[in-house]
């Protein structure tokens, strides 16, 4: 399901769209054979799945960091600078995204500094911080219910 509903997010996922989620919980509601007015974080939970934005931006961040890396004559590179530039003078675009996505992660600084040592090293420490909101506490940023989380924290296994 996600290889479908992830297609090319590497553009078009720095926003949140509501749709792809309804689609993903409704398939795991349907999966687990879960009633439809069951909790939407709960039933990801049992699945293990997050917010499919998480994914996207996860994906975004990547294809940004490859585009850091291109060479300043390259096409795409010469786009994304246009994009830089419109975005420092209120244009809201694909650049605009991926920097409220990184300042959303608290990592606000690596957008300034336009430039990683190691992107391969950044990319699992973002996944990770990332998931880890996901889980526990991010329940703003990935819509989980704060009734779950409450009832998560009470079982211990």
């Known amino acids: 399901?996600?290889?479908q509903l992830l297609y090319e997010s590497e553009i078009w996922g720095a926003d949140r769209y509501d749709d792809l989620e309804r689609v993903q919980i409704y398939a795991c509601k349907h999966f687990m054979c879960s009633k439809q007015n069951a909790p939407n974080a709960a039933v990801l939970g049992d699945c293990a799945r997050h917010?499919?934005?998480?994914r996207t931006c996860i994906s975004c961040?990547?294809?940004w960091l490859k585009i850091l890396d291109m060479q300043d004559d390259r096409f795409v590179k010469k786009?994304?600078?246009m994009l830089l530039k419109d975005d420092s003078n209120g244009?809201?675009?694909w650049a605009t995204g991926?920097?409220?996505?990184l300042y959303s992660a608290g990592l606000g600084y690596i957008w300034e500094r336009q430039e990683l040592d190691n992107p391969n090293c950044f990319i699992r420490f973002f996944n990770s911080l990332r998931h880890e909101r996901a889980i526990s506490g991010g329940y703003i940023l990935f819509g989980c219910s704060r009734e779950v989380l409450f009832l998560r924290g009470s079982f211990q296994w």
């Open 79 to 81: 786009c994304y600078i």
């Open 98 to 101: 991926v920097r409220k996505c």
């Open 1 to 3: 399901m996600c290889p």
């Open 51 to 54: 917010s499919l934005y998480v």
């Open 61 to 63: 961040i990547k294809y």
């Open 91 to 93: 244009k809201v675009n």
